[in-house]
């Protein structure tokens, strides 16, 4: 044993033996007052007295073995054996009879998480996202971020990933509790309030927040002439003061706010966001550039301060990958150079939708300063020319272009649009809508198709005005085709047929009426012949619910419009008419040519065989026999099992003869988003701002919850029950307009 080693014991028990040198080494305790020897001083619990015989001994030396058995230094459940546990018993008629003391509940042990990656809670809770999202679910947006912090609460393993999903998209919709109001005495955005108190508090919460969605308040497209008055401006304000509390901020949806070209702090606070990836301007009216535009030509309507301000909002997003601009009922005034120099001012542009804009402002000169993008939407730009969109079609910036869409562009010529999707080699997704004028090929120009031709492109939206009602042919879809006067329609049948659009897998055609269903019948047929929905009973025309049909009404019976709805009746119309034409039914005749074909082969067969007399079943001369009287039989050919006949369908099952294809498109005739059946489908710019075609608001549909998702929490109505707000709001994002 060492001597530089003693061990000192305290306590009212002092009989231990020596402790063993090496324990004590290992533990590496050192007296302070003698560095070179090792001291350790052990402090017993106090015991129940000890027995006579062993007071009174002197303090001595114990050794490790013997504290080791007497009282374990450090106590675990590695030291305990594990006890035997008793079998209960497996017999289905003894049954097992414990007391309510014997009986052991085994708890959860919660340290399971500890051990999950965090890719299994980010599941978990966008699952939880999914239930609360359903059609069918009686949850709303409230009870899901009630779900969401009562699940950060459970343990700290949950609490990250639930709390990414709390903030990270931050829902604030629908009315404030009117006692929270009256609490914090205020009229509007008390749930604002607290999550500002919340952010600033916690800057790592904060840090998770990439999406706002706050109430609208009915301040989107406002006019900015009427004024605002003091309670929505501290509104504003408040939601200002939001934004500067997210760092990480990249989208902000419900308020779209008019720009007018005057200072605003929420557009301030928005310029201030790096990470900002989503922008929407709505340019609206300013009454002094109106007063100026009297007096003088464009440009320079804009002063040099108002163009400087708002090019200054862009300067610090150098990450922003969507940018929407629309000019509110056209009087919004935004010149050439200012496009140009903003387009320079952002590197990481990709999508882009430009709407209803003067000629002064977006033209031909603009469209050629646009940067490399995969998305671009032009609506309404009377200024964009044919020529124009088939040269910006023609360089290096527009070959990465996916998805292009041009609506209302007032476009007259088809080779334009041929030039455009011969000039793009990665588009996919092409939409053009023409409600005035329909594009048409010139006359003394010698056709050959495909006129139209795309080898990448995969969805094509088709909605373009008819001609007139008299140079339509009243002939099938098939024949009418390839007779008389090609419309665009009719061409665009045409180069489908000829293998233009090889990769084409879906087509939507809403006024697919010149000549009425010539695009359906290049496409797949529709299953059991049904296209409608079960809503679109109530639109159909009173004389087919008398007749209970619509193949039996008249083509002027039908709805006229573009809505995919009308477009659904007008193509049942066509599947109906089809079936009910007599001379179009397809007669099946099924025979059985088994007979015919073997008797042939075993004539000769059996003349010719030498397989000897013994292998045979039947005698030679009864053979031959049997085959003189079948030949009698079938002197007429195959025997004819049975006949019937098929109605005729609309559509092809099969690829085309004269250039191959993969499989005809699916003619699709379904929105976007659900319930958005107007305008072909496309949602439009008063879908996104909360408005009708007269500009008024759009009324929602009171589909309210009260938070009964929770209504069998234990503490009752008092913890579960929230405001009455809606379910399911259709809200229009940016990412629905490409």
């Keep these: 044993m060492d001597p530089r080693l003693s061990v000192q014991y305290r306590g009212p028990n002092a009989n231990l033996s020596p402790i063993d040198a090496n324990f004590i080494q290992s533990k590496r305790y050192t007296n302070p007052v003698e560095p070179d020897s090792k001291v350790i001083e052990i402090k017993l619990p106090p015991e129940k007295p000890a027995s006579p015989s062993t007071l009174g001994l002197p303090l001595e030396p114990l050794s490790i073995e013997a504290v080791l058995a007497r009282r374990p230094l450090v106590p675990t459940w590695e030291n305990s054996p594990p006890k035997p546990r008793k079998r209960a018993s497996t017999s289905p008629l003894v049954p097992t009879i414990r007391s309510r003391k014997s009986q052991v509940f085994n708890k959860f042990d919660g340290t399971i998480f500890k051990r999950l ?396 009426i010149d000549p009425p269903g010539a695009l359906q019948a290049i496409c797949c047929p529709t299953k059991n012949g049904k296209i409608l929905l079960p809503t679109d009973k109530y639109s159909l025309p009173l004389r087919s619910i008398a007749l209970g049909s619509i193949g039996s009404t008249g083509p002027h019976d039908l709805p006229k419009d573009n809505s995919l709805r009308a477009a659904r009746i007008r193509s049942q119309h066509v599947i109906e008419s089809a079936a009910k034409r007599p001379t179009e039914f397809i007669k099946v005749v099924i025979t059985d040519h088994s007979d015919f074909e073997d008797l042939n082969h075993d004539s000769a067969s059996s003349m010719n065989s030498d397989d000897s007399a013994a292998t045979r079943h039947v005698p030679l001369d009864d053979e031959k026999r049997m085959l003189e009287e079948l030949k009698g039989l079938m002197k007429n050919g195959p025997i004819k099992v049975h006949e019937f006949s098929l109605p005729s369908f609309v559509g092809r099952v099969a690829t085309s003869t004269i250039a191959p294809s993969r499989h005809p498109p699916i003619f699709n005739l379904l929105p976007d988003i659900p319930g958005f059946e107007a305008n072909g489908g496309i949602v439009g710019w008063d879908e996104f701002l909360g408005r009708n075609g007269n500009g008024d608001t759009v009324a929602i549909t009171k589909d309210v919850c009260t938070g009964n998702w929770n209504s069998a929490h234990k503490s009752g109505p008092s913890w579960w029950k929230h405001a009455e707000r809606n379910r399911r709001v259709n809200l229009v994002e940016p990412k629905n307009f490409f």
């Design 117 to 512: 990656p965090n890719e299994i809670f980010d599941c978990i809770v966008a699952q939880l996202q999914v239930l609360h999202s359903d059609r069918l679910s009686p949850g709303c947006a409230t009870c899901y971020m009630r779900d969401l912090n009562s699940l950060a609460l459970t343990s700290r393993a949950w609490s990250p990933a639930a709390q990414r999903r709390l903030y990270g998209h931050v829902r604030i919709t629908g009315t404030d509790t009117p006692q929270q109001l009256k609490k914090m005495k205020l009229k509007l955005g008390s749930r604002l309030t607290l999550l500002r108190r919340t952010l600033r508090r916690n800057s790592q919460l904060a840090s998770f927040v990439h999406s706002l969605e706050v109430l609208d308040a009915g301040l989107s497209a406002r006019d900015p002439n009427n004024g605002i008055d003091p309670q929505t401006q501290g509104y504003l304000d408040l939601v200002a003061s939001v934004i500067m509390a997210c760092p990480n901020l990249e989208r902000l949806l419900g308020l779209q706010l008019t720009y007018s070209h005057d200072f605003q702090r929420l557009f301030h606070a928005l310029s201030t966001r790096r990470k900002l990836k989503e922008q929407v301007w709505v340019i609206g009216e300013n009454a002094t550039v109106t007063q100026r535009s009297y007096k003088q030509l464009p440009p320079g309507l804009l002063d040099e301060t108002q163009v400087y301000e708002f090019l200054m909002y862009h300067r610090e997003w150098t990450k922003l990958e969507t940018l929407m601009i629309h000019s509110l009922n056209g009087f919004g005034i935004l010149e050439t150079g200012v496009f140009q120099e903003m387009f320079q001012l952002l590197p990481n542009l990709k999508n882009l939708a430009v709407s209803s804009f003067d000629a002064d402002d977006f033209n031909d000169r603009t469209l050629l300063a646009l940067p490399t993008l995969n998305s671009l939407r032009l609506e309404n730009l009377i200024g964009v020319t044919d020529q124009g969109l088939a040269r910006y079609a023609a360089t290096p910036f527009a070959q990465k272009l996916g998805k292009f869409s041009l609506l209302d562009m007032g476009l007259t010529s088809l080779l334009a649009i041929s030039k455009i999707l011969a000039s793009l080699p990665r588009l996919f997704r092409f939409t053009l809508t023409q409600s005035d004028g329909c594009p048409e090929l010139p006359t003394e120009l010698m056709i050959f198709q495909p006129i139209l031709a795309s080898p990448s492109l995969r969805y094509l939206h088709w909605d373009v005005a008819s001609r007139d009602a008299e140079m339509m042919p009243s002939l099938p879809p098939w024949e009418a085709i390839h007779a008389g006067p090609k419309s665009a329609n009719t061409n665009l049948a045409l180069s489908i047929l000829h293998g233009g659009f090889p990769s084409l897998v879906s087509l939507r055609a809403p006024r697919d």
